[in-house]
């Protein structure tokens, strides 16, 4: 019987424009922002659809990043879809706020366009101001496409809806926000029942008066720290169960960890975010057409951290390596997902050579050449150090 | 500003602050805060920036406030408080706020509105949301234990401005906060004080109901029993003695016009006012005050008292 | 996979002519990514553009090193820049005025076409129909309809001029 | 006394019960008691006006005080009321004593 393969329509966009797209069918209610490279480009397609009557909702024009969260925190409390984007500086300047977002336990959904940090200052990417961001009780998921974003702010609504915990969905600034690829969008009627609005159990309401941000003494702070300790728990559960969800109603779907050639690989990378991950894949293409039985791991959702995936990925390995876009200054191993998988695996009692290179720092171009060599010293010479690669040392 | 009440008898009765919080005995912000609650009725969401309200009045599990109450950070209310404004108008939009006509109110102290909070105060000014900021005046960082503000007056003493042998407490003026608001063009602003209670109570009302139009500001004078070193029963007494010998005078900026309110309608002429010697004379943290220090700031009140009378005639 | 790298000034418009071949191309059901040779964009700079077609999907995201096509807007790039490193003897140069290289090389005069239809010498879109002739690798149409999302109105009928005219006028060296 | 367990905890720490401090007893704070004389009070108000606890309760009724009837009466919430003493600084007629607490 002959197929008739239905040719999906898909746009040209930038990660940016991606995840405007999917804010706009999310009929997000309140978006605040400031302007920040490589940032920028969201607010100014969102600027344009609220302009054009195509998104029913609030834009704030903050004066700045600090604001800009402060603002959403603000309107989700108030029961609104919230939404901003920052970068970088922005994302520091807001920090303390991330803390704040997560503690008050509000679904709010950013998007980071990763970016290196000052000084000297670099407007190029890296992921230094995700990393410095990782243990303030957001989800985190990295994306690697233009498209994976688009499905991955959907998908950030319910999550984030779901467990009271806000969002945050990073991917490589310029690499990615800027880089024009094919995205398929969904049918915005669809996206929305999808993401059905809730009740949320507590809301600023005079009708259902309640105090959000109170003080808590030594006898009770602890346990609302706890109560964020399970609401990650939780929500590693329920990211893997949106994203069937998601896979199901749309055909798309990620899982939390992705792999490419691992079944039967001797050597992986571990890594995540477009560039590092894209070309990783040509490099382990490369490394097999030499011999080396060679494979890729993403780490999609970064936090809550898929130990149990990324062991089981690496579980046939013989050696693998971490590519960090990160520096950890002074830590006994300088990449932070190195020491985030270095701590699995210790945990779990397994040792193997682990290599962490430390690459594309301030959008140093990560060569897929680069990677392959990566793959041939892991076969070479395998054991446990920092490499910083693509640097003059 | 619009007479919502004329006497005492036609105040809101019904209380809805809370007793049983923490504030100081004799509190010149307790005081406010329940004629702020009272005032703006039970229809509104109360925004508060991290200081001595905020932490004396949410400690786990119980709440003073009736509202509905969020605190978030402390250079910050006027920004939750854009996005608190927002979601109303965008709930309201789309059908989904079942609560009418809710009023968002920020409570701020002098150090979240002088100092750290005043970026994203100016911000939200500046975007026009509609939202009644509210500050309280102690005059200094009074929640950490008495440090200078932008907002401490002269020579005054604080627990970083020492009265040493170099130098004798605070070296700078306070800062004008009613000037830099006005500045925004907001549709109104007043300064008020605990101690003329009708007087404060219309303003609230004036600004509240201004919100329709824009952002409103209201600077209430409110004194600090420990930070002003005076007797607790002297609360409303230092107050009043502010507003009489010209210190803190009561005027209100209503769409450009700025209008001077009993009894500082009286006061542009020097011999209306009392001295202000007896407004110091009441508080510890002005007890090393020479007689060239008060002459000195005597001056000063002077010089601001002709700015704001070549004001009130624009 | 075909491999371009676009060499321009910024205002030239070779960000967006890369954007433009990527739409068509994604318009086409192919898949394609165009990406600028990120920085602060400011006038008069000179600028790179990257672009990749292919019938698969793309995960490389390195710059394009040994590019299949090279796009110069302008001759003074090839003092200011070296717009041919990288090249391979296979390469297609795509230039705005005739340029002698060893490449294959097509070319229009970019400038003089664009200021008599658009009345300012932007000359990304005829040099996006030179590398239609050129290439093949999407068709005019395409292109055509790609350039919507980009340009409205009277804009878009004068690039479409523009487009058409310099497909017409491209030769080869 | 047990404290509760955190998922025993609203989430966020939020406080779903306005107003409870009520449950914070602040009599304790005071050294000193305020006591009205009614015999003195003209039902000027300014004690109600200035307690920055809102610990003078206005009632309602008919209340004769000697020749005189008002028709209503102020008494002191001593639950709350933390002693500072304004309502007696204020009291036009001097018609509040403050006395010492007496344990």
Known sequence: MMQIQEVKHKEALTSNYAVAYAV????????????????????????????????????????????????????????????????????????????IASALRLPIVMAVPARALSAPISIHGDYSDVMNARDTGWVIYIVASAQEAYDTIIQAYRLAESVYLPVMVAYDGFLMSHTVEPVELNDESEVRKFLPRQIRPYTLNPKRPVTMGPLASPDWYYEFKYQQVLALREAYKVAKEVDV?????????????????????????????GAAYGNARIAADRAREKGIAAGVIRVRLYRPFPTLEILKALEGV?????????????????????????????????????????????????????????YTMLKDRPGKEVVFMGVRI | MKLYYRTLRDLPREELFAPGHRMCAGCGAAIAMRWITKTVGPNAIIVNATGCVEVTTTPYPETAWMHPYIHVAFENSAAVASGVEAAIKTLKRKGMWDAGDTKVVVIAGDGGTYDIGLQSLSGM???????????????????????????TPKFAWTTTTPVGTAIRGKIQWKKDIMGIVMAHRVPYAA?????????????????????????????????????????????????????????????EWDHGKLILNPPSNNHIDKSRRKPLKEYLKLQGRFAHLTEEEITELEKELDAYWQYLAKLAQL | MLEFRFHGRGGQGMVTAAQVLATAAI?????????????????????????????????????????????????????????????????????????????????????????????????????????????????????IEALRKYFSGKLYDLNVKLIETAYQETKEL | MTLPKATQLPIGAVIPEPGSTRKNITAGWRTLRPVINDE?????????????????????????????????????????????GICANECPTKAIEMVPETT
């Open chain 1, 24 to 99: 706009k069918a999310a009929d997000v209610d309140v978006i605040a922002v400031y302007p920040i490279t490589p940032q920028t480009t969201i607010v100014e397609k969102l600027a344009e659809f609220v302009a054009n009557g195509e998104l029913n909702a609030e834009l704030i024009h903050v004066e700045s990043e600090h604001s800009a969260l402060s603002a959403v925190v603000g309107a989700s409390a108030t029961g609104a879809r919230v939404f901003t984007a920052t970068s970088s500086q922005g994302l520091e300047y807001a920090h303390e706020i991330l803390h």
């Open chain 1, 245 to 273: 969800a998601y896979g199901s109603k749309f055909g798309r779907s990620y899982g939390v960890v992705e792999t490419y050639k691992i079944e039967d690989a001797d050597y992986a990378l571990v890594t995540y975010g």
């Open chain 1, 318 to 374: 013989k050696a693998f390596a971490v590519v960090d876009r990160a520096i950890m200054f002074g830590s006994p191993a300088e990449g932070p997902l190195y020491k985030d998988i270095a701590t699995a695996m210790y945990m779990n009692g397994i040792d193997k050579p682990a290599i962490n290179i430390i690459h594309g720092i301030g959008q140093r171009t990560i060569y897929v050449e680069d990677l392959y060599k990566v």
């Open chain 2, 125 to 151: 000014l500046e975007r026009r949301h509609g939202v009644l900021y509210i500050l309280y005046d102690n005059e200094a960082y009074m929640n950490t234990g008495i440090q200078r503000s932008g907002s």
């Open chain 2, 191 to 251: 300064t008020a004080s605990v101690a003329y209670v009708l007087d404060m109570v219309n303003k609230i009302k004036t600004a509240l109901e201004y919100t329709a139009e824009g952002p409103t500001f209201l600077h209430i004078f409110t004194p600090c029993v420990p930070g002003w070193r005076y007797p607790e029963n002297k609360t409303v007494e230092v107050a009043r003695l502010a507003v009489e010998t010209g210190y803190f005078p009561l005027y």
């Open chain 3, 27 to 143: 318009l086409e059901g192919k898949y394609a990514q165009a990406f600028p040779e990120f920085g602060p964009e400011r006038r008069g700079a000179p600028v790179k553009s990257y672009l990749r077609i292919s019938d698969n999907p793309i995960y490389l995201r390195e710059p394009v090193l040994n590019p299949d096509v090279i796009v110069v807007a302008d001759h003074s790039l090839f003092v200011a820049e070296n717009p041919l490193d990288g090249a391979k003897p296979t390469t297609i140069l795509v230039v705005n005025g005739v340029y002698k290289t060893s490449l294959k090389t097509y070319y229009i005069d970019a400038t003089s076409l664009s200021m008599k239809i658009l009345g300012r010498p932007i000359v990304n879109t005829a040099l996006i129909g030179a590398v239609i002739k050129a290439t093949s690798v999407v068709s005019l149409s395409s292109v």
């Open chain 4, 40 to 84: 003195r009070c003209i039902r000027c108000q300014l004690c109600w006006l200035y307690c920055p606890e809102g610990t003078i309760v206005e009632k309602r009724g008919v209340f004769k005080v000697g020749n005189r009837t008002y028709d209503v009466k102020y008494e002191i919430n001593y639950d709350y009321c933390k002693g500072c």
